[in-house]
Nanobody
């Protein structure tokens, strides 16, 4: 299994930006479709974005399209989630995930990070 560690969360005002990072251990990172999920208080965990092994294809939750961008650097075993124009409803714990079946899948793979809190104030 891939070990994942997220960072970059924090408190930001509505309209602001944050960049999340997820560093993966092990030599198999480049072969994994990667994704970001989030879980708000009292809600189920939901898909946010996925990216193909090469980084050439990405898929997004409708409500974040045009505001969030997922990317990866296979040389650094890292994926990123650039979040712009943040809204209070984006407040959640954001989780990195490895092993999605494809970049068009919204179901998670088997490896999770510990999560990073993102709080957007109004």
């Amino acid at each position: 299994q891939v070990q994942l560690v997220e960072s970059g969360g924090g408190l930001v005002q509505a309209g602001g930006s944050l960049r999340l990072s997820c560093v993966a251990s092990g030599p198999t990172f480049r072969y994994n479709v990667m994704g970001w999920f989030r879980q708000a208080p009292g809600k189920e965990r939901e898909f946010v974005a996925a990216i193909s092994t090469s980084g050439g294809v990405a898929n997004y939750l409708d409500s974040v399209k045009g505001r969030f961008t997922v990317s990866r650097d296979n040389a650094k075993n890292t994926i990123y989630l650039q979040m712009n124009s943040l809204k209070p409803e984006d407040t959640a714990v954001y989780y990195c995930n490895a092993g999605l079946i494809s970049s068009s899948s919204t179901s998670p793979g088997g490896s999770w990070g510990q999560g990073t809190q993102v709080t957007v104030s109004s």
